[in-house]
């Protein structure tokens, strides 16, 4: 079946570099996105990746997708108080078009 | 321009009410999408329209849920007979439409329900 599978939890501090990786099951996928929760807030999206591309870069963010091991990630680079949120990670389903999510993994900035 | 609205922001009802949740989603947008999201059970999808095809309610809980989309455009999703295990945020989302790059979903802001 399909299943989307993240870390819970990552703490870094101010001006790190954040790496938050994601597993997906659905090979067939065709996009796959990155969405942050702030506290209280609904979800907005931050990215996406379209199934044949293996890296996208958009400012501070790099998504990776090694679509061999079914693996993406989302790099945040100089990861600043203001990152600190809930990120999803979701795959599309090729069948319906729902969405797919994580768990959701939180970054915790460090002043 | 407008994102997807949605109300109330918070219901609060007693347990074996009727509640009704509403989406406004982006004008234009021909899909529309509802999500559940709760501490036990993540983000879970819970039924999709598009355009005037038949809904995919596959994701539904239960028989006391179900929702419909009026003219193309406004939805309601409606939850007969609450139960404290529906207490949630409710999510909607809006694309353009099913396929290709131009089905990426929007969210709205969600309604916390929260049965007593």
């Known amino acids: 079946g399909e299943d989307v599978e993240q870390s819970l939890f990552l703490s870094v501090r101010e001006g790190d570099s954040s790496v938050i990786n994601c597993t997906y099951t659905d090979s067939s996928s065709t996009y796959l996105y990155w969405y942050k929760q702030e506290p209280g807030a609904g979800l907005q999206l931050l990215t996406y990746i379209f199934s044949n591309m293996d890296m996208k870069q958009d400012q501070r963010l790099t998504v990776l997708l090694n679509k061999k091991d079914k693996h993406l990630s989302l790099r945040i680079a100089d990861t600043q108080t203001g990152d600190s949120a809930i990120y999803f990670c979701?795959?599309?389903?090729?069948?319906?078009?729902?969405?797919?999510f994580g768990q959701g993994t939180t970054l915790q900035v460090k002043p | 321009g407008a994102g997807v609205s949605q109300s109330p922001s918070n219901k609060v009802t007693e347990k074996g009410k009727d509640v009704e949740l509403r989406c406004d989603p982006i004008?234009?947008?021909?899909?529309l999408y509802w999500y559940r999201q709760s501490l036990g059970q993540g983000l879970e999808f819970l039924i999709y329209?598009?355009?005037?095809?038949?809904?995919?309610k596959s994701g539904l809980p239960s028989d006391r849920f179900s929702a419909e989309r009026t003219g193309g455009s406004v939805s309601t999703l409606t939850i007969q007979r609450t139960q404290q295990e529906d207490s949630a945020v409710y999510l909607c989302?809006?694309?353009?439409?099913?396929?290709?790059?131009?089905?990426?979903?929007?969210f709205g802001p969600g309604t916390r329900l929260t049965v007593l």
């Open positions: 004008s234009g947008h021909t899909a």
């Open positions: 979701a795959e599309k389903s090729s069948n319906t078009g729902k969405l797919i």
């Open positions: 989302a809006s694309s353009f439409r099913r396929g290709g790059s131009k089905d990426t979903q929007y």
């Open positions: 329209f598009q355009g005037n095809s038949a809904p995919d």
